[in-house]
């Protein structure tokens, strides 16, 4: 072994521990720990190549949490009531505080037979009251049962008088700018009616005087032919048949169930049928916003529909089968 090999081992053994990457430390510095000054660091041009040391520990990032699955986030939400469609609007009334409140104001017609009149006593009675009835005893609440003529419907949801309408209300467009239409619940034709021979078309009653009620779908479709027409507004559609009796008006534009309720009760003179109008289908009205009383009473109606109910009530006040119904 030549003299010079202890120094070359030891001159390789010096480079390598030179080389050594440093053993990192998993705790933070102490504060008293000896630091280097500034000036002994090395310059950048001599520092040497490869990746730049970690940070120290503290500003490591935390280690990930381990993510909550899709049906715990789920459940989470729809505990909190945030799906979407499970939170009521500001304001709304919700299907809770009717039945914390123990009693539903439903507004229902009159005026308007066999959908809604009054008996002796002055209180509601008819197909409307019958159907609201039904939703009172599914609600497993009490009711009460606010009568209303075709033009204070709207305004009497509104203004929160009622909770809903049962009312025998045609789903306009024009209507729905300002309340919730539910799928229809009952339907009927509108026809013109005279108390002499019957007519054919609108042309034939020029110059004279057909009645209807006021701020309803007939009006607007009478207004709609104009031509030389008089309209003459009531208040309800029993006040247009009793005009048409009393020879007031030439001609009606009437629902023909009421047409054949009066027929059935002999009330004043034999009315003609001359042509139909249209055909309406009717619909219960929510405030906008109340989409939880919306979708409740959707499903009432097709319960009462699946179960018969609707069809035994129909058949009780109009001696007529329940016409076909859509929904939307």
Not at 17 to 35: E, V
Not at 274 to 279: D, K, P, S, T, V
């Amino acid at each position: 072994m030549s003299k010079l090999e202890p120094w070359r081992i030891r001159a390789a053994k010096t480079m390598a521990a030179a080389l050594r990457p440093p053993r990192l430390s998993l705790l933070p510095p102490s504060p008293t720990s000896h630091t280097p000054p500034a000036s002994h660091a090395l310059p950048a041009s001599h520092a040497l190549p490869g990746p730049a040391p970690p940070a120290p520990f503290a500003a490591l990032p935390p280690a990930r949490a381990h993510a909550p699955s899709r049906r715990a986030v789920l459940a989470g939400l729809a505990g909190a009531g945030l799906l979407a469609g499970t939170i009521a609007p500001a304001g709304a009334t919700t299907l809770n505080e009717l039945i914390q409140r123990g009693v539903v104001r439903i507004g229902v017609l009159i005026g308007a037979p066999p959908f809604g009149m009054v008996d002796e006593l002055g209180n509601p009675i008819g197909f409307d009251h019958d159907v609201a009835m039904r939703l009172a005893r599914y609600l497993g609440v009490r009711a009460d049962y606010i009568p209303l003529t075709p033009p204070a419907r709207i305004a009497a949801l509104l203004s929160g008088r009622v909770d809903f309408l049962v009312a025998t209300l045609n789903p306009t467009p024009e209507r729905a700018r300002n309340v919730m239409f539910t799928s229809p619940y009952s339907g009927f034709t509108m026809v013109v009616v005279t108390t002499g021979r019957p007519v054919t078309r609108l042309d034939d009653l020029a110059g004279q005087r057909v009645g209807t009620t006021r701020g309803t779908p007939q009006e607007a479709a009478l207004r709609r032919f104009g031509g030389n027409l008089q309209i003459v507004l009531f208040e309800d559609d029993l006040s247009v048949a009793d005009a048409l009796a009393a020879g007031q008006i030439s001609a009606a534009a009437l629902p023909d169930t009421l047409v054949q309720h009066l027929a059935r009760k002999t009330r004043g003179q034999q009315l003609s049928i001359g042509f139909a109008l249209y055909a309406q289908a009717n619909s219960m009205a929510v405030r906008a916003g109340d989409f939880e009383i919306l979708h409740w009473l959707n499903n009432a109606i097709y319960a009462m529909k699946a179960s018969g109910e609707l069809e035994d009530m129909y058949r009780k006040w109009t001696d007529t089968r329940l016409p076909p119904l859509t929904t939307f």
